[in-house]
T-cell receptor, first 115, second 115 residues
Framework: NAGVMQNPRHLVRRRGQEARLRCSPMKGHSHVYWYRQLPEEGLKFMVYLQKENIIDESGMPKERFSAEFPKEGPSILRIQQVVRGDSAAYFC?????????????FGQGTRLTVV | AQSVTQLDSQVPVFEEAPVELRCNYSSSVSVYLFWYVQYPNQGLQLLLKYLSGSTLVKGINGFEAEFNKSQTSFHLRKPSVHISDTAEYFCAVSEPGGGADGLTFGKGTHLIIQP
């Protein structure tokens, strides 16, 4: 049973480009969370999704950021028109149905660098 | 709303010495508590968690933590550290019953093991 898979591990984008970050949850997991980690900071919640539904996006910036978790395929975090301040590590976590908030399994993260 | 405070940003310790990493939380409701470890350029790995029951929780790699409700603390301890324990440690809290915003993390404590 593979763990949470995130790709790419490292992503470099120029200012104004789009960044797409992918997360495949563990097999059988239907809850996906995205977190952002800025340098010297802890992880900040961005968005919580279940299949085809955004449950809570209260931590996501209102502009340029979007997330989806389609019926088939990985969850995608999309950042349009990236700026230098978007440089961070983005982590995805997944948990099984019925056990919300009792354990989350994390991927290795995508480190986004905006140049 | 929940918050987590990790009082020490860095803790230097000599190899084979004991260590305690401090974590305090605030919440208006009962909570679940977690400690995660992050090795350089890696994702987060769960060390241990408190959901209910015994307030002393044992985790992987010889770590343990004690939930103290009156002091709203969940300090992490290890009786004898090894050089391989050098990492960033994050305390986190979540809300039973399915608060949708996932885990709330502290800013992390960098454990530095000195030979």
């Amino acid at each position: 049973n593979a763990g949470v898979m995130q790709n790419p591990r490292h992503l470099v984008r120029r200012r104004g480009q789009e960044a797409r970050l992918r997360c495949s949850p563990m097999k059988g997991h239907s809850h996906v969370y995205w977190y952002r980690q800025l340098p010297e900071e802890g992880l900040k919640f961005m968005v919580y999704l279940q299949k085809e539904n955004i449950i809570d996006e209260s931590g996501m910036p209102k502009e340029r950021f979007s997330a989806e978790f389609p019926k088939e395929g990985p969850s995608i975090l999309r950042i349009q028109q990236v700026v230098r301040g978007d440089s961070a590590a983005y982590f995805c976590a997944s948990s099984p149905p019925g056990v919300m908030n009792t354990e989350a399994f994390f991927g290795q993260g995508t480190r986004l660098t905006v140049v | 709303a929940q918050s987590v405070t990790q009082l020490d940003s860095q803790v230097p310790v000599f190899e084979e010495a004991p260590v305690e990493l401090r974590c305090n939380y605030s919440s208006s409701v009962s909570v679940y508590l977690f400690w995660y470890v992050q090795y350089p350029n890696q994702g987060l790995q769960l060390l241990l968690k408190y959901l209910s029951g015994s307030t002393l929780v044992k985790g992987i790699n010889g770590f343990e933590a004690e939930f103290n409700k009156s002091q709203t603390s969940f300090h992490l301890r290890k009786p004898s550290v090894h050089i391989s324990d050098t990492a960033e440690y994050f305390c986190a809290v979540s809300e039973p019953g399915g608060g949708a915003d996932g885990l709330t993390f502290g800013k992390g404590t960098h454990l530095i093991i000195q030979p």
